[in-house]
């Protein structure tokens, strides 16, 4: 079992910036891949970013240039950086890692950009 907590969200202007973290504890050793995913109300959930335990990264074509995801193994944390935030970037992010074959997700945090 892995257990993720994400941390870091808020209310930005539009143009700001805003940094994200997942601490994943348990069975940790086994993880691949940790990333985000972001949900906005009436819309399907949507890839935003993934890592592998290799630093091998992913990007969503919407955050491409403007989000930057990173990971501290000895902290078992992935990081998520987002720069130049847009109103649409208004969601809900959730952490999730890939272990053994199976996802796990945090419980999410809420990301509102807005004047």
């Known amino acids: 079992q892995v257990q993720l907590v994400e941390s870091g969200g808020g209310l930005v202007q539009p143009g700001g910036s805003l940094r994200l973290s997942c601490a994943a504890s348990?069975?940790?050793?086994?993880?691949?891949?940790m990333g985000w995913y972001r949900q906005a109300p009436g819309k399907e959930r949507e890839l935003v970013a993934t890592i592998t335990n290799f630093g091998r990264t992913t990007y969503g074509d919407s955050v491409k240039g403007r989000f930057t995801i990173s990971r501290d193994n000895a902290k078992n944390t992935v990081y998520l950086q987002m720069n130049s935030l847009k109103p649409e970037d208004t969601a809900t992010y959730y952490c999730?890692?890939?272990?053994?074959?199976?996802?796990?997700w945090g419980q999410g945090t809420q990301v509102t950009v807005s004047s």
């Open positions: 348990g069975s940790i050793f086994s993880i691949n891949v």
């Open positions: 999730y890692a890939f272990s053994l074959g199976r996802r796990y």
